[in-house]
């Protein structure tokens, strides 16, 4: 059968194809094993802890657990088909799983943006009227908040079914690490071109609006901090704050990295693609729940308890 001829009708299965020019691809699987294994158990930590604790039932620690269900998702919706196939070698995944994984991978990463802008509102109301915070920002209210950012999260996303399902397939190979919009776009038979023209006006809508509305945030937190008299007042504000710039910089970092490379002219090879996306994927994912857990006192004092009553082994 000739290339030209190879239609949706008979192309039921991917293969992976982004890891073909890996050197050492033993390496690299244990190293995303172990990375993907430690967002697991210190997110799923994270979670523990907070229910547990009737203390820490409170609207930020909320948007931290939202936070962590969405760090496991973005990591789940990737890492174990990267795994695969470098430990396993298993490179196919079948044509529903795959845009399955599109569709889950593709939300995760939306709902991380939603995610980290709405914690950058809690610190705004939490700094800027901390006497009605409490009124403002209920645990109800913090509920409902995040479920209307998972519903808008999904049907911004209806785009990608809706323009992928019909498309016919020319290539069961993908050159990408796993199932995303430009990889089965790409291994259809239309030009790519008009697609990515849509998701890239609508993914740079997302992005910089949410960066601008976490701009808007602390831009008022700063002027709320000047106009504090207060040198331990401003320092509490810092520290609150501090946590969470930090997970704002490990997830925009690479994504403005390669949105500046691109606009200036640098050509990036697909394996530099490939590690910015792994870096932005993970990275996040695995410091995320480290920063909360080293900063919440009472996370950190039931990690320790717990850490003391283990006894040596010999």
């Known amino acids: 059968m000739s290339f030209q001829n190879i239609t949706r009708g008979n192309i039921n299965e991917f293969i992976i194809g982004g890891f073909d020019t890996v050197q050492r ?3 690299v699987g244990v190293v995303l094993l172990i990375m993907y294994v430690l967002v697991m158990i210190v997110n799923f930590a994270n979670i523990y802890f907070i229910i547990l604790d009737k203390r820490l039932h409170q609207p930020m620690y909320l948007f931290i657990c939202n936070l962590a269900v969405v760090d496991m998702l973005y990591s789940t919706s990737s890492c174990p088909t990267m795994i695969g196939v470098l430990l396993v070698g298993c490179k196919t995944i079948s044509y529903v799983p795959c845009i399955v994984q599109m569709f889950v991978f593709h939300l995760s990463n939306i709902m ?4 980290i802008a709405v914690m950058a509102f ?5 700094i800027g009227s901390p006497l009605q915070y409490q009124s403002i920002l209920t645990n109800v209210r913090c509920v409902l908040i995040t479920m209307l950012l998972w519903m808008v999260a999904c ?6 079914p809706v323009t992928v399902l019909p498309l016919p397939l020319c290539q069961s190979t993908l050159k990408y690490l796993f199932c995303d919009y430009s ?3 790409r291994a ?12 890239s006006i609508i993914s740079l809508f ?16 700063i002027i709320v901090v000047v106009k504090m008299s207060s040198m331990s007042d401003k320092k509490k504000v810092f520290q609150t704050c501090f946590s969470h710039l930090i997970v704002i910089v490990c997830y925009y970092a690479p994504t403005f990295v390669l949105i500046v490379l691109t606009r200036i002219g640098v050509v990036l090879t697909l394996e530099e693609r490939h590690g910015l996306m792994v870096g932005s994927i993970l990275g996040p ?3 995320n729940p480290f920063i909360y857990c080293l900063k919440t006192k009472e996370i950190r004092n039931k990690i320790l308890r717990i850490l003391s009553k283990v006894e040596p082994a010999f």
């Open 155 to 160: 049907v911004v996303l209806i785009i990608l």
């Open 285 to 287: 994912s695995l410091v």
């Open 122 to 126: 809690d610190r705004f109301i939490a």
């Open 25 to 27: 691809p033993l390496a």
């Open 112 to 115: 991380e943006m939603f995610a």
């Open 183 to 185: 990889a089965v776009v």
């Open 206 to 221: 997302l992005i910089f609006g949410t960066f601008g509305f976490i701009c808007f945030s602390y831009l008022k937190i």
């Open 188 to 199: 259809s038979c239309v030009d790519p071109n008009p697609y990515f023209n849509t998701t």
